[in-house]
C-alpha cells in the first residue's frame, strides 16, 4: 500500500528556515516523481516543487530561491526545505506522487506551516 | 503563465448530473487531470489524461476536453460527492503544474 507521512511542520517566525520531511512506503521515491502542493487556509491547491526520478527538479515562481527539494534514497524520504519564510507561505503542505505529466494519483496527509510572528 | 479557471460553486440535487467547468487557452490539446477535496482531507485523484479514472473511483465520474474547455461530469449526483473539485495540467512551456481555482459542489 502507497503511504506518504509528512513531518517537520509548525510555527515560524517571517524569515526562519523549516525543513519538511516526506516518509514514503509501498514504493520508491527513486522510482518515482516526487512533488510538493501547497493549500493555503481556505484557498486552492498550489504547486510548490517536483523532483524527478533522475535528479532534476523545479520549482514554482512563488518559491524560486527559497525552497529546495531534495531526497534521502536510503531513508525513502523527500524533503523541502524552506528558507526566507514569509507570511503568505502559510498553508498545509501536501507531498505527493506524481506520474507522467504530472499527474498526482497518491497524497499525504498535509503538514501545517503557519509563518507568524 | 497558464491559467485555468473555475466556477467557484455548483449546486446539483442528488440524482442529477453535475457538470464542473475548466476554462483554458487551447486546453483541448492539454492532458487535464481532476482531483476531489472533501472537508479537512487531502485531494484525491478522480479523472485522469481527461477521462481515464483511477481503479476505485466510480464510473459516475467522467471527464472531456474540447477546444478552451475541460468537464468533469458527475452522474447521478449523491450527497457523498459534496466536495471541492480542481483541474490540473502540466505547462510543459513554463516547466510547472498549474491548478484551477476549484469549484465547490453542493448537493441539494
Known amino acids: 500500500e502507497v503511504q506518504l507521512v509528512e513531518t517537520g511542520g509548525g510555527l515560524i517566525r517571517p524569515g526562519g528556515s523549516l525543513r519538511l520531511s516526506c516518509a514514503a512506503s509501498?514504493?520508491?521515491?527513486?522510482?518515482?516523481?516526487m512533488a510538493w502542493v501547497r493549500q493555503a487556509p481556505g484557498k486552492g491547491l498550489e504547486w510548490v516543487s517536483v523532483i524527478y526520478s533522475g535528479g532534476g527538479s523545479y520549482d514554482a515562481g512563488s518559491v524560486k530561491g527559497r525552497f529546495s527539494i531534495s531526497r534521502d534514497i536510503s531513508k525513502n524520504t523527500v524533503y523541502l526545505q524552506m528558507n526566507s519564510l514569509r507570511a503568505e507561505d502559510t498553508a498545509r503542505y501536501y507531498c505527493a506522487r506524481a506520474l507522467g505529466q504530472l499527474l498526482f494519483d497518491s497524497w499525504g496527509q498535509g503538514i501545517l506551516v503557519t509563518v507568524s510572528s | 503563465s497558464y491559467v485555468l479557471t473555475q466556477p467557484p460553486s455548483l449546486s446539483v440535487a442528488p440524482g442529477r448530473t453535475a457538470s464542473i467547468t475548466c476554462g483554458g487557452n487551447?486546453?483541448?490539446?492539454?492532458?487535464v487531470h481532476w482531483y476531489q477535496q472533501k472537508p479537512g482531507q487531502a485531494p484525491v485523484l478522480v479523472v485522469y489524461y481527461n477521462n481515464d479514472r483511477p481503479s476505485g473511483i466510480p464510473e459516475r465520474f467522467s471527464g472531456s476536453n474540447s477546444g478552451n474547455t475541460a468537464t468533469l461530469t458527475i452522474s447521478r449526483v449523491e450527497v457523498g460527492d459534496e466536495a471541492d473539485y480542481f483541474c490540473?495540467?502540466?505547462?510543459?512551456?513554463?516547466?510547472?503544474?498549474?491548478f484551477g481555482g476549484g469549484t465547490k459542489l453542493t448537493v441539494l
Open positions: 509501498g514504493f520508491t521515491v527513486s522510482s518515482n516523481y
Open positions: 487551447k486546453i483541448g490539446s492539454e492532458n
Open positions: 490540473q495540467v502540466w505547462d510543459s512551456r513554463g516547466a510547472h503544474v498549474v
